[in-house]
């Protein structure tokens, strides 16, 4: 019930957004529908799915004919003798000491395991896509923020160079102003460096260039104590789903292994047809007949006695391998709970941190307008101001980090809790993919010739016509991306953040 809430109230979040912007939904859309990690998982998946028409292939009728001309070159006592020949042989297993009924069972195991696999990637891919989209909007804040700072410094440099030609400041004055800008130049030129590098980022991950991007949606209501956190993710965490699948998978294979000591039956039938091509005198007595045809019934028992202990050992092997997965299913168990209460620890003091920081925001905001006062009437010093002024930019920084890494916290946190895949956040840009399709489709496929038409990969490439100059890629580059508005509007600032005024 929690989980059907929480992803009914993400979804509802996430269907709210700007028209006149990308909004995390559309990322996520064009995440779920392009990005290579998730492609190959499910391509992973139908190979997977396939195992179980392999192991019900097994307990099978086995059909296969032979067809050959014979023509004997010498000969002693006779004419040389020629022939044609055909046959078929049928067979099918009556007992296999349950070697095949445990293969199937195995192999659906592991394709539980795998469709857990996947949903596991899908929420490790979309919490990366969460976090490349509230990158962006930071180090473009963080940009902003800097820029403006450069301005109101090269402002009161210009003016403290003014009050230095009439005596009114020193050169120290001006001095300090000097580097106080420069330093602002760096941090901005640093600013621009992780904002280049949060963009490629996102275009890794989401598949396309970052136009403008509207605010986040709220995250749904998450649990109030680590406790319940940790108890949802218990239940629902793919990755303990499939480490559990995969461990009683490895169980069933001992089970066929130890099928190998244990005889097998099965019943067998033969036809053969053979025509001498008119040399059956030559071969035998005069008017034997010139072809023959034989058919057969029975059934047949195979009893191992020793294999020279190769039984013993390949049941060790799969016991042990049972038993690495046993301790697998501890050491992912341990891991969920460690990253689940991470989560809710990081999400619980970004949020603290966000309530500081508003605070020393409109603190700082109040310090820097009475230090200008000040130093009008000569109680501050430039210096005093300057360093108002850097105190300010390092709160409102801080301020815009810590919303964003509340924001992923939360949700690594519904991720660690199961419930950040596609289902749960209600993606309408296409149909979401079907893994019971493919499973139903192959695995109880009973022809040989059956095959799928190769296709082109799925994801989409991130080269731009002018990046693939010169080169021979596999597939046509994408076309390069229009060009798109500044990536931050100065009139738009982030929330919670005012920009210093000059």
Known sequence: MLRRIAAASLAAALLTGTASADTMRE???????????????????????????????????????????????????????????????????????????????????????????????????????????????????????????????????????????????????????EARLQLARSGLATAGAKLAESEENYRRVIGKRPGPLAPPPPLPPLPGTPEEAVRIALVNNPDLIAVTRAARAAGLDVNVVNATRLPTVSAIGSGRYTNYLGSA????????????????????ARIPIYQGGLPAARIRQARAIEAQLTEQVIGTERLVVASTRAAFAAYEAARRVIQSNQTAVEANELALEGARAEQRVGTRTVLEVLNAEQELLNSQVALVSARRDAYVA??????????????????????????????????????????????????????????????LPVVPPVAPPPPTTPPYDPASPPAGVTQPQQ
């Open 410 to 471: 939360g949700f690594q946190l519904l991720n660690a809790m199961g419930q950040a895949e596609a289902d749960d956040l209600g993606l309408e840009g296409g149909p979401l993919y079907d893994p019971l399709g493919n499973y139903r489709r192959v695995s109880g496929n009973w022809n040989d010739w059956a095959t799928d038409r190769r296709q082109g990969p799925t994801a989409t490439r991130t080269v731009t016509a002018e990046e693939a100059a010169g080169t």
């Open 281 to 300: 005198d030559d071969q035998f007595a005069p008017g034997a007949p010139e072809s023959t045809t034989a058919t057969g019934a029975g059934v047949q």
């Open 27 to 177: 990322a996520l859309v064009s995440t779920y529908s392009t990005n290579p990690t998730i492609t190959a998982q499910r391509e992973a998946l139908r190979g997977t799915d396939a195992t179980v028409a392999i192991a019900r292939a097994q307990g099978r009728p086995q059909v296969s004919a032979t067809a050959g001309v014979n023509q004997d070159l010498t000969r002693t006592g006779g004419g040389n003798g020629r022939n044609f020949s055909a046959g078929v042989d049928v067979s099918y297993p009556l007992f296999s000491g349950g070697s095949v009924r445990n293969n199937i069972r195995a192999a659906e195991a592991r394709v539980e395991s795998g469709r857990a696999t996947l949903r596991a990637v899908e929420g490790d891919v979309f919490t990366e896509a969460v976090s490349a989209y509230m990158d962006v909007i930071r180090d473009r804040a963080v940009v902003e923020l800097n820029q403006n700072q450069v301005e109101v410094l090269t402002t009161n440099l210009e003016a403290t160079r003014d009050r230095f030609e009439i005596g009114d400041l020193t050169r120290t004055d001006v001095a300090q102003s």
